[in-house]
């Protein structure tokens, strides 16, 4: 369970198990991971608005379409290979030294994306920022779990999860605000994006923090101590993890299960606005018709679509503002599910409500007012499993490996997910049309959530970890 008991055998709440140091080094791993999701979801909401300005085309003209899934594949391969890097030198040189180094690449490269010119710069700092994005959850969970008590390691890693919503909730307000500063003519018209990338530069500040405070954790100076460090090149870790059949066998089970998550959210969740972005905008030309402002010849007119663009935009931003609100929820649920009944029963009543909800809203969303009550259940569902990655997956590795086995698992999903979003723009244009249309992007996603099968079935022969130490040799 959460609880521990105190020399006079009182059960403690894992809040009071944690020192003043133990809460500063929480707060500061869940900034760098929260800004880290504050990056993620600009991307998210900026990345058609700055492909439509940098190519000159409409927003929903197919090659903007196919341009942004292409852009998003590039940024998660950046993003593989940035935690394949930086997992290894964390185990190597510190995981305090490499959390430094990747919140200040994805930050200086994300305020470099206001300078884009062309969609191919656009694409170059976004696979930029996607290196340091991938390095900072494996070092983000190993510093918080080998720092805090055994008693309050689970509940840690998951509020840092929880935590993560409030970079994604900014992002949304900040979308909100640019777009206001953008309707009131502070910001040049189709520039709002431009602002957006530049807000992602803050986290650099975070730096100066990490840099004069943070320490590394007292098992990782152990291990320095005693001289049992892996040493050689930057691949020695993952011979490390390759060597023993036990963490052979955690490796393919963690990466199994994160992959299915994360290709879930980028190639499936991830579209969930450029399909409100056609949905709301015939939702809005119909009522106009309904109206008698517009003729029914002229709803997708672009004289139209201009005139229905605020209200589209401000019903995204409030769509993703509940589906992070569900997000929250649904994280500190599997976290307390995980806590009581064990993880591998949290994260099959993840990955099943994530498979039937992601459908069913794929299926039914017709409107705003769907979207309102659809979103935060498909957040709840779609990211609770991720509260289980920050949980389960410094759970099987040895401190040695843990930050490489981790970070491994979590960013072997980005190449999956870039794949997944290659695989659902053809879907949607061979197999179901041409792109920017409402049901192309529907069916595409409908059918990708075939995806959450595969954490089920992996299941069986993931270890449980509930109530256990971290694992050593």
Known sequence: MNKRSNQLGVAVPWWR?????????????SAAWSFDCLDQRLFSLARIP?????????????????MGKEVTAIFLVGWGIGGL???????????????????????LATGLSFFSHFYWDFALFRFITGLGVGGVFGLAVALIA???????????????????????????????WIDSLEKAGTISAGHGWRWMFLVGALPALLVLLIRNYLKEPERWLKLKAEGHLVTG??????RGLLAEKRWRKHLLVGAVLASTGVVGLWAIGEYAPDLQRNIFQTYYANELVAQGKIAVATMTSPETKKLT????DSAIAWAYLANMGGAALGMWLFTRVANVFGRRLAFLIGFSSALVITFMVYWRMNSPQDAYWMMPLMGAAQLAVFAGFAIYLPELFPSRLRSTGTSFCY?????????????SAALAKWAFGSHGS???????????????????????????TKGRPLPEE
């Open 17 to 29: 198990q944690l020192t003043p140091y133990h809460w500063f080094v929480l707060a500061v791993a």
């Open 411 to 423: 960013n072997a999903g980005r190449f999956a997910a870039a794949a997944g979003s290659l695989f």
């Open 233 to 238: 090149g930057l691949f020695a870790s993952y």
């Open 438 to 464: 409402p049901l192309t992007e529907r069916y595409s996603a409908m059918t990708m959530c075939v995806i959450f099968l595969a954490g089920i079935l992996i299941l069986p022969f993931a270890p449980e």
């Open 146 to 176: 080998e720092t805090v008590p055994d008693g309050a390691r689970a509940q840690s890693l998951g509020l840092l999860q929880v935590l993560s919503t409030c970079g994604n909730v900014s992002a949304g307000f900040f979308k909100m």
């Open 85 to 107: 890097i930086f997992g290894a030198l964390g185990d190597r040189f510190g995981r305090a030294r490499m959390l430094m180094v990747t919140v200040l690449i994805y930050s």
């Open 309 to 312: 663009k605020p209200l589209v």
């Open 50 to 66: 700055a492909l439509s300005a940098l190519m000159d085309k409409p927003a929903s003209d197919p090659a903007v379409q196919a």
